[in-house]
């Protein structure tokens, strides 16, 4: 199998339709934004990230990669539990020092650290950490029921971006190959890009439209292009965007070509997609928040999938393997 996140299809072929010919999906089971909502006296939600460890810096993009999904489903993460499966040549050292910045970034989010386990295995050539974040939803949140999420979803919404692409993924080349980078720029536009890890939370813009009806879709592995296409699929429709709308940082277009990868499919976690017939409203108090946010297109009726470039169209590309997934192996 391709390294990497599984496709939407993929995830449909060998997750989703073996447990339908078994039993019924669970109400509120969100297979197209990777977690479950479960209805107990609150509306709980569960989501899980997982990603190989090489330093500190994966682990914060596995703790906010499981807490955004949270976010998107305008709830608020309240626990955290941690699972970490290591190689035998594994230091403890190394461990203990990526539990006591899971703790400090637990601290700084206001978020309670549950369990902490880890394991050794010889099958294993690089560690691998797994986070489940576990959040309540707004009273009014609607589940993920088939095709139909909810009304923001209908053809005809404005879809705006908030953030701008790639900057999870052009944070870690910054940081891991800081060494390579100074051939060619600054050290203080390398450290700029390296402070894109800073930035991978989108608890602001949970906060910012709590009172505004609107979707939030998290972007995360394989970027916006791939965002784009899974939450297309996911509610069964179709798009229409101007490519040169998606906001993109100067350091990323740069590193970008440094590296020679596609920004658009490199990990934008810290950015997101968000549906709504109130665009205007949505700008304003992302605006207001502090949170960069442009229209970067609409959700159609028909199935196409447009992407838009000055006089040039084409159509949106089946997801493909994140950029970074396909650099470091």
Same mark, same amino acid.
């Given at each position: 199998?391709?390294?990497?996140?599984?496709?939407?299809?993929?995830?449909?072929?060998?997750?989703?339709?073996?447990?339908?010919?078994?039993?019924?999906?669970?109400?509120?089971?969100?297979?197209?934004?990777?977690?479950?909502?479960?209805?107990?006296?609150?509306?709980?939600?569960?989501?899980?990230?997982?990603?190989?460890?090489?330093?500190?810096?994966?682990?914060?993009?596995?703790?906010?990669?499981?807490?955004?999904?949270?976010?998107?489903?305008?709830?608020?993460?309240?626990?955290?539990?941690?699972?970490?499966?290591?190689?035998?040549?594994?230091?403890?050292?190394?461990?203990?020092?990526?539990?006591?910045?899971?703790?400090?970034?637990?601290?700084?989010?206001?978020?309670?650290?549950?369990?902490?386990?880890?394991?050794?295995?010889?099958?294993?050539?690089?560690?691998?950490?797994?986070?489940?974040?576990?959040?309540?939803?707004?009273?009014?949140?609607?589940?993920?029921?088939?095709?139909?999420?909810?009304?923001?979803?209908?053809?005809?919404?404005?879809?705006?971006?908030?953030?701008?692409?790639?900057?999870?993924?052009?944070?870690?080349?910054?940081?891991?190959? #800081? &060494?390579?980078?100074?051939?060619?720029?600054?050290?203080?536009?390398?450290?700029?890009?390296?402070?894109?890890?800073?930035?991978?939370?989108?608890?602001?813009?949970?906060?910012?439209?709590?009172?505004?009806?609107?979707?939030?879709?998290?972007?995360?592995?394989?970027?916006?292009?791939?965002?784009?296409?899974?939450?297309?699929?996911?509610?069964?429709?179709?798009?229409?965007?101007?490519?040169?709308?998606?906001?993109?940082?100067? #350091?990323?277009?740069?590193?970008?070509?440094?590296?020679?990868?596609?920004?658009?499919?490199?990990?934008?976690?810290?950015?997101?997609?968000?549906?709504?017939?109130?665009?205007?409203?949505?700008?304003?108090?992302?605006?207001?928040?502090?949170?960069?946010?442009?229209?970067?297109?609409?959700?159609?009726? #028909?199935?196409?999938?447009?992407?838009?470039?000055?006089? #040039?169209?084409?159509?949106? &590309?089946?997801?493909?393997?994140?950029?970074?997934?396909?650099?470091?192996?």
């Amino acid at each position: 199998m391709r390294t990497g996140r599984y496709s939407y299809n993929a995830q449909q072929r060998s997750i989703v339709r073996p447990i339908k010919r078994v039993q019924k999906l669970a109400e509120g089971f969100a297979q197209n934004y990777d977690c479950a909502v479960i209805c107990h006296e609150k509306k709980e939600i569960v989501s899980e990230a997982m990603m190989t460890v090489s330093a500190k810096e994966d682990v914060a993009l596995t703790f906010y990669r499981a807490c955004n999904t949270v976010f998107a489903q305008r709830g608020c993460t309240k626990l955290v539990n941690v699972s970490f499966l290591w190689p035998e040549d594994s230091e403890e050292e190394f461990m203990a020092e990526l539990t006591g910045y899971i703790a400090a970034l637990c601290q700084k989010e206001a978020v309670k650290l549950g369990l902490v386990t880890a394991s050794v295995s010889s099958f294993v050539q690089k560690a691998v950490i797994s986070v489940t974040a576990v959040g309540y939803a707004n009273a009014d949140l609607t589940y993920n029921d088939d095709k139909n999420q909810n009304k923001t979803l209908q053809a005809g919404s404005t879809l705006c971006m908030a953030g701008h692409a790639g900057m999870a993924g052009i944070g870690l080349l910054a940081a891991y190959g #800081e &060494d390579a980078l100074t051939k060619q720029y600054t050290q203080g536009f390398i450290r700029q890009a390296q402070q894109f890890l800073d930035t991978l939370s989108i608890r602001h813009v949970k906060d910012a439209l709590e009172d505004i009806d609107a979707c939030v879709y998290p972007i995360q592995e394989g970027g916006v292009l791939n965002a784009l296409w899974n939450y297309a699929d996911g509610i069964g429709a179709g798009l229409d965007i101007d490519m040169r709308k998606i906001p993109i940082r100067q #350091e990323s277009v740069e590193i970008s070509e440094f590296y020679g990868i596609n920004p658009y499919q490199l990990m934008g976690d810290g950015a997101c997609l968000i549906s709504s017939m109130q665009p205007e409203k949505v700008c304003a108090a992302l605006a207001k928040a502090g949170v960069s946010c442009v229209v970067i297109g609409q959700v159609t009726k #028909e199935n196409a999938r447009v992407i838009r470039r000055d006089d #040039e169209v084409r159509y949106l &590309d089946k997801p493909a393997q994140d950029e970074l997934v396909r650099i470091r192996k």
